[in-house]
């Protein structure tokens, strides 16, 4: 069983800098890989940018370049660095761990999910 709990979301105008961070419970976290998704009011949840088999990362073609995800194995942690941010980046945000589909942009391959953080990009 892993539990995640994710932090570090607020309001931010645009161009600044949020990072969020997730923070899991269980013995054999570091084996699972790690999603970040978001769900905008009205739309599907997406999937974001991902982290497995240690260092190997994906990420959806409107963050590259904005977002860098990253884990610490000692802490539990898997944390999303945001920058460059836009109205458009306004969401829910999610982590979802995985013990079999590392690196899959489906939400129905995650099994454990955190509660979500609110991310608010003003213009």
């Known amino acids: 069983q892993v539990q995640l709990v994710e932090s570090g979301g607020g309001l931010v105008q645009a161009g600044g800098s949020l990072r969020l961070s997730c923070a899991a419970s269980g013995r054999t976290f570091s084996s699972y890989g790690v999603g970040w998704f978001r769900q905008a009011p009205g739309k599907e949840r997406e999937f974001v940018a991902a982290?497995?088999?240690?260092?190997?990362?994906r990420y959806t073609d409107s963050v590259k370049g904005r977002f860098t995800i990253s884990r610490d194995n000692a802490k539990n942690t898997v944390d999303l660095q945001m920058n460059s941010l836009k109205p458009e980046d306004t969401a829910v945000y999610y982590c979802?761990?995985?013990?079999?589909?590392?690196?899959?942009?489906?939400?129905?391959?995650?099994?454990?999910w955190g509660q979500g953080t609110q991310v608010t990009v003003s213009s």
């Open positions: 982290i497995w088999s240690g260092s190997s990362t």
């Open positions: 979802a761990a995985t013990q079999y589909f590392g690196g899959s942009r489906s939400p129905a391959q995650y099994n454990y």
